[in-house]
C-alpha cells in the first residue's frame, strides 16, 4: 500500500519554484509552503480503467457527488446502486463472492461484522492524511470508525438515537416539556391515556432487524446505565443487570401499562416515522434525530413543523458512526482512497462538500466537528430543525457514546446470530409470552451458542 505524502512525481525545482513565489508576496516571508494535500494530491499508481463504488439509492446524491469526482480526476466511476432496504447489501456480497472488482463501500456499523467475516473490508490506517481526518471525528465516530488501532474508513453518516415528540399532542396532554426521567415519561403517557389524548402515548421502532428491535433495547440499557456486555465481551444479562431491568420496563409499557402502541413490534424505521406522522402519539423513541428531516416534511407529513428530537434522562444517549469503506477487491486502493475521501470527506478543493450537501438535503449528521458546527448546522437544517432545537440535538452529539461501547461484541463473527436470538426473545418478552428474566437467561445462553455456529 503506498504511503505516499506528497506526489512524487512532482520535480524538486516545483517546490522551490513555489517557495519562491511564496516568500515574494508581502506577509508570506515566515509562513511554511503548503505541501500537496492528501485529497488534492494524484497517486503515483497508474489510473484505473474505473473504479466500483456500492451504496443504495437515496435521492439524487451520488448523481450529484461523482460526477464531480469523474471531472476531478478522469477516472469513471461504476455506481452500483440498490434499493435501500433488507436488500440493500445484496450488490456488494455478490461482487466480492465473484471476485469482481469492488472498491469503495457504503456500510452500517451495525452490518460491519458481515463484512468483516467474509474478508470484504481492509483498513485505512495507513492511507495519507487519515490523521487529519480522525482528530475532526466527534468522540462518538472516532469510536465506532477506529477500532483495535485501525481505521475503518471514513464517516457516511452518523446518528443519535434520542427521542422525537409532537408538541401539539404533548400540549393537549397538559405538558410544557419532554420526559426527564423514565418515571416521567410513563405518567406522561399514562394521563394522556387516562384523558384519551392518546390510546397509545408511545410508538416504537421495534421490528425485526439488525438494528431497530435491539437497538431500541441497547439504548434503554445504556441510558438506565449499563451495557449490554462487558468490555471482555461476556455477556451483561445476568439478574439485577440494568440490560434486564431496561427490558422489564420497556415490557411493562406494552403489557402492564398499555401505553406502547403493540404495532411497534411489527415496524422498521421508516413505516413507524410514518405511523408517527398521523399525530396519534406523543413520541417516538428511540428514534434517530435526522427523521426530523421526514417528520418536519410538508411533502410527507401532515404534522410537520410541530416535531422535534429530545435528550433522554442524563444525557445517556447511543451515537453510531457509519462509513464508506476500502474493499479488499480493490484493483488500486490508492485511486479508491481518493474516491473513498470524496464521499466520505474532502474533495479536490479541500472542501467537505458531499458531507455538506447530505446535512442540507436529507439532514444526514456529518462525522465531523467542523461540519457540525452551530452555525453551519442551523444553516443546513433550518427546514426541518424548529427554533431552539438545534442545541438539543448537537448537545446530544457531544454527549453520545458509540454503540461499540454499550455492544463490544458488535463486530465479531457470531453476533448477527446472536441478534436473530434477540429479535425472537425481546419480542415475545414485549408481546407477555416470557419475562424479562426468562429472555435474558435464554440470550445468555444464546451467546455461546451463536460462537459454536460462527
Not at 446518528?159 to 415528540?165: D, F, K, Q, R
Not at 444553516?379 to 432545537?389: F, L, Q, R, S
Request: aromatic share 12%; with cysteine.
Amino acid at each position: 500500500m503506498n504511503r505516499h505524502s506528497g506526489n512524487p512525481a512532482l520535480p524538486r525545482r516545483y517546490f522551490l519554484r513555489t517557495a519562491a513565489a511564496a516568500l515574494a508576496v508581502p506577509g508570506w516571508s515566515r509562513m511554511a509552503v503548503a505541501q500537496p494535500s492528501a485529497w488534492a494530491t494524484a497517486p503515483r499508481a497508474p489510473k484505473p480503467a474505473k473504479l466500483v463504488f456500492t451504496s443504495w439509492k437515496w435521492g439524487n446524491r451520488y448523481e450529484f457527488i461523482l460526477p464531480r469526482f469523474e471531472r476531478d480526476w478522469g477516472v469513471p466511476v461504476d455506481a452500483q446502486l440498490s434499493p435501500p432496504g433488507p436488500q440493500q447489501f445484496d450488490k456488494p456480497y455478490a461482487l466480492f463472492a465473484a471476485g469482481e472488482q469492488l472498491d469503495v463501500v457504503t456500510e452500517l456499523l451495525t452490518d460491519r461484522a458481515g463484512m468483516l467475516a467474509v474478508g470484504m473490508l481492509q483498513p485505512v490506517t495507513r492511507m495519507p492524511g487519515i490523521e487529519e481526518y480522525v482528530k475532526d471525528f466527534h468522540d462518538f465516530t472516532r469510536d465506532s470508525l477506529v477500532v483495535k488501532g485501525e481505521v475503518w474508513g471514513l464517516p457516511y453518516f452518523v446518528e443519535t438515537w434520542v427521542p422525537l415528540y409532537y408538541e401539539d399532542k404533548l400540549s393537549r396532554a397538559g405538558f410544557t416539556r419532554p420526559f426527564t426521567s423514565w418515571e416521567e415519561l410513563v405518567d406522561q403517557a399514562l394521563k394522556a391515556k387516562r384523558d384519551r389524548v392518546s390510546e397509545y402515548p408511545l410508538l416504537w421502532p421495534a421490528g425485526v432487524g439488525t438494528e431497530q428491535l435491539p437497538g431500541c433495547w441497547f439504548g434503554l440499557t445504556w441510558n438506565m446505565g449499563g451495557a449490554v456486555f462487558e468490555p471482555d465481551g461476556r455477556a451483561a444479562l445476568g439478574p439485577g443487570s440494568p440490560a434486564r431491568r431496561a427490558l422489564e420496563w420497556w415490557r411493562r409499557t406494552f403489557v402492564e401499562w398499555k401505553i406502547s402502541d403493540p404495532r411497534s413490534l411489527e415496524l422498521r424505521f421508516i413505516p413507524a416515522l410514518k405511523v408517527f406522522h398521523t399525530g396519534d402519539y406523543l413520541y417516538h423513541l428511540i428514534s434517530r434525530e435526522y427523521y426530523l428531516s421526514f417528520a418536519n416534511d410538508k411533502a410527507q407529513s401532515p404534522i410537520a413543523g410541530r416535531v422535534r428530537a429530545a435528550g433522554l434522562p442524563g444525557g445517556r444517549v447511543i451515537g453510531a458512526g457509519h462509513g464508506y469503506a476500502l474493499s479488499t477487491a480493490s484493483r488500486s486502493p490508492e485511486w479508491a482512497w481518493i474516491l473513498l475521501q470524496t464521499v466520505g470527506g474532502r474533495d479536490k478543493n479541500g472542501q467537505f462538500t458531499f458531507p455538506n450537501y447530505q446535512l442540507e438535503h436529507f439532514m444526514i449528521g456529518s462525522g465531523y466537528r467542523s461540519v457540525m458546527t452551530p452555525q453551519n448546522y442551523a444553516e443546513k437544517t433550518a427546514k426541518w430543525v424548529p427554533k431552539g432545537n438545534v442545541e438539543v440535538i448537537l448537545a446530544n452529539y457531544r454527549q453520545a457514546t458509540s454503540i461499540l461501547k454499550v455492544v463490544p461484541v458488535m463486530l465479531e463473527k457470531w453476533y448477527r446470530t446472536w441478534i436473530d436470538e434477540v429479535n425472537v426473545e425481546v419480542q415475545k418478552c414485549l408481546r407477555g409470552e416470557q419475562s424479562a428474566d426468562a429472555a435474558c437467561d435464554r440470550l445468555t445462553a444464546a451467546v455461546e451458542a451463536a460462537k459454536r455456529k460462527a
